[in-house]
């Protein structure tokens, strides 16, 4: 890409995230620092930011492998959700050795068992996984939400709500900036996109990822297996969604409640594209995206509406969808 084109693409990036709020009654004077403070400038605006920033990272972890292997995982949403359900259904049974790491690899088989039926379908009958994975995310929902107001539910309290988790069972902080807190998940997010870069580059299952996600006809002439590449990829991509629905649960809210994900796995999408073709730019991209969600929190209280948040991620998710598309067509 020329430095023109790059230039062009960053003042289309700018014209999507700040472009609606120019609609707003709200004059710039007001929302332009309230922006900056609620996501950056202030103690509130990182602990907003550091509580958005982990589940987009693994998700984002999670997407970008299934786009890899050339498959889209539009799925992160309900994979999510049922990670983070299976994770409060074991952390909330009686107490037995072992408890948390159960919970939570809970949480990373139900993301992944989620996941099989989409991948199914498309490395082995051909049906699009866009389609299914739609279908899967309306079940999801149905599925979690009559949990969490029927057999999971506390009977204590009003709305859809499992009782909190025991103190055992919480994932406490590693550290504490101000109001803004720091806990294992963000450390573990970025050592599963590290893993990732390596594992890409110097490992044979990286290199088998990389060949089918650019050409899976000619990756079978060289005798890689490219059905069940693309069938793992996915799995593992469901795992990794499940596993960032998990740390929502024992580090963030330490309990599960309805739609607790609050669309954090269709930001995950754009999360994934904007990182591109390299993983470890996944990080700034996750941390962009949680900006733009905990800003938008911010600037709800001086008159600007939430909804706006999707708007401009929307707006964000489609210009680089958009990109990739032209790049792959450019490839082929």
């Known amino acids: 890409m020329s430095g023109r084109a790059r230039l062009a693409l960053v003042l289309v990036v700018v014209a999507l995230a700040l472009g609606p709020l120019f609609l707003t009654p709200v004059p710039p004077s007001e929302w332009a620092p309230e922006l900056w403070g609620s996501s950056f400038g202030e103690p509130r605006g990182w602990a907003l930011t550091l509580r958005e920033l982990t589940p987009l990272l693994i998700g984002g972890v999670a997407v970008w492998l299934a786009l890899r292997a050339g498959l889209f995982n539009i799925g992160a949403e309900g994979q999510m ?22 919970a939570i690899g809970a949480g990373v088989l139900a993301g992944a068992l989620w996941a099989l039926p989409a991948g199914a379908l498309r490395t082995f009958r051909g049906g699009h996984e866009v389609i299914s994975c739609i279908m899967l995310n309306q079940l999801a929902f149905l599925l979690t939400g009559w949990l969490v107001k029927g057999p999971m539910k506390d009977p204590n309290a009003g709305g859809a709500t499992t009782k909190m988790l025991d103190e055992s069972l919480r994932w406490a902080p590693i550290a504490k900036f101000g ?11 970025l050592a599963l996109m590290a893993g990732l870069w ?39 991509s469901g795992g990794l969604a499940g596993l960032a629905g998990a740390l929502l649960v024992v580090a963030d809210q330490n309990r599960f409640y309805d739609g607790m994900t609050s669309g954090k796995g269709f930001d995950s999408l754009g999360v994934a594209l904007l990182a591109g073709a390299n993983p470890l730019a996944l990080a700034p991209s996750a941390l962009l995206f949680a900006a733009l969600n905990a800003a938008t929190t911010g600037m709800n209280q001086i008159g600007i509406p939430k909804g706006l948040s999707g708007l401009m991620l929307g707006g964000l998710i489609l210009l680089f969808a958009s990109a990739s598309q032209r790049k792959d067509n450019a490839h082929e």
């Not at 803004?180 to 963000?186: F, G, H, K, N, Y």
């Not at 110097?202 to 899976?216: I, K």
């Open 179 to 189: 109001r803004a807190e720091l806990d294992w998940a963000l450390p573990l997010g």
């Open 81 to 102: 959700l049922v990670g983070a359900c299976a994770t409060g259904a074991v952390a909330l049974a009686p107490a037995f050795p072992g408890q948390l790491p159960l």
């Open 198 to 236: 390596y594992w890409r580059k110097h490992r044979v299952g990286g290199y088998e990822l990389e060949a089918v996600g650019t050409n899976a006809t000619a990756a079978r002439f060289a005798g890689i297996p490219a059905e069940m590449v693309q069938f793992r990829a996915f799995a593992m």
